[in-house]
């Protein structure tokens, strides 16, 4: 079974840069198949997606957060990365990883979620 | 900016049957948005309900339904139970690899 897990500090300051990485188990994230997102919610908000990476390394963006953020990947280590530049405290939340499949656009599989809180 | 919307809360009587609707401020849903469904309770992940506008994920009751209706998207719940009773989003494509979740909807069973 495919697994996803977030990491990274649970706390930024202030016009600092939030790095998370999500680390995919039991599957290859080199697969033509899908792409690998990245999705936040603030607390008690709704989800709001940050953006996609394919395995070539093709992104994809909000082109609401696109000028602050950067995601990568790593398919040696089975990994990918978020960063976001210059946070802000709205950029406080629970920072979700997924898998988005290439036919049929279903994000199937979620990593448990990780708080980031930006405070000084 | 393209905004998704959702109705922030909707209610249904155990058994009953509730329609939650997912539009496009710039325009009709159509299946070349690939509209999918996710639900949450407190604390979780989002888990799929529906992807490609009406195919159930693996394991979803088939009393969950999605659909074209009119220029929204819709995920129907029938025969709705108290565990039904969370938070719904949809997510659209909107081209150029481009994804925008809706706003969410709060569904109550009572």
């Known amino acids: 079974q495919l697994q996803l897990q977030e990491s990274g500090p649970g706390l930024v300051k202030p016009s600092e840069t939030l790095s998370l990485t999500c680390t995919v188990s039991d599957g290859s994230i080199s697969s033509t198949s899908y792409y690998w997102g990245w999705i936040r919610q603030p607390p008690g908000k709704g989800l709001e997606w940050i953006g996609n990476i394919y395995y070539s390394g093709s992104t994809y963006y909000n082109p609401s957060l696109k000028s602050r953020v950067t995601i990568s990947i790593d398919t040696s280590k089975n990994q990918f990365s978020l960063k976001v530049r210059s946070v802000t405290a709205p950029d406080t939340a629970v920072y979700y990883c997924?898998?988005?499949?290439?036919?049929?656009?279903?994000?199937?599989?979620w990593g448990q979620g990780t708080l980031v809180t930006v405070s000084s | 900016q393209t905004v998704v919307t959702q109705e922030p809360s909707i209610s249904v009587s155990p058994g009953g049957t509730v329609t939650l609707t997912c539009g496009l401020s710039?325009?009709?849903?159509?299946?070349?948005?690939?509209p999918s469904w996710y639900q949450q309770t407190p604390g979780q992940a989002p888990r799929t309900l529906i992807y490609?506008?009406?195919t159930r994920s693996s394991g979803v009751p088939d009393r969950f339904s999605g659909s074209i209706l009119g220029n929204k998207a819709a995920l129907t719940i029938t025969g709705a139970q108290g565990d039904d009773e969370s938070d719904y989003y949809c997510?659209?494509?909107?081209?150029?690899?481009?994804?925008?979740f809706g706003g969410g909807t709060k569904l109550t069973v009572l």
């Open positions: 710039s325009g009709s849903v159509s299946t070349s948005n690939y």
């Open positions: 997924a898998r988005l499949a290439v036919a049929g656009g279903d994000f199937d599989y």
């Open positions: 997510v659209l494509y909107v081209g150029s690899g481009l994804w925008v």
């Open positions: 490609n506008t009406n």
